[in-house]
């Protein structure tokens, strides 16, 4: 079992940055598939992107691609979500979440197995 916890949320202005970190605790870590999610107030969750165990196959959204980057450190059991040239409409609480088993990266929530709790990311206009 793994838990995960993001942090690295907050405000910015439309054209601003961040980076979002979820860092994991419990065994195995770096066996597990990765991806960030997000969730904005009267819609669906959706996927934003996702990396494999060893981070050498990733996937995005049409949304975000070009402008985030999900990267991670199996070192330190944490995943990074960079977000660059953010737009209002980025405007969610963001999730990642955790994948036991499996050979690829994957989209949809229901195949992930651990999530955290979420971290809330603002873009002003």
């Known amino acids: 079992q793994v838990q995960l916890v993001e942090s690295g949320g907050g405000l910015v202005q439309a054209g601003g940055s961040l980076r979002l970190s979820c860092a994991a605790s419990?065994?195995?870590?770096?066996?597990?598939?990765m991806g960030w999610f997000r969730q904005a107030p009267g819609k669906e969750r959706e996927f934003v992107a996702a990396?494999?165990?060893?981070?050498?196959?990733?996937l995005y959204a049409d949304s975000v691609k070009g402008r985030f980057t999900v990267s991670r450190d199996n070192a330190k059991n944490t995943v990074y979500l960079q977000m660059n040239s953010l737009k209002p409409e980025d405007t969610a609480v963001y999730y990642c979440?955790?994948?036991?088993?499996?050979?690829?990266?994957?989209?949809?929530?229901?195949?992930?197995?651990?999530w955290g709790q979420g971290t809330q990311v603002t873009v002003s206009s």
């Open positions: 979440a955790a994948r036991s088993g499996g050979s690829y990266v994957y989209r949809r929530p229901y195949e992930y197995d651990y």
């Open positions: 990396l494999n165990w060893s981070g050498g196959r990733t």
């Open positions: 419990g065994r195995a870590f770096s066996s597990y598939h």
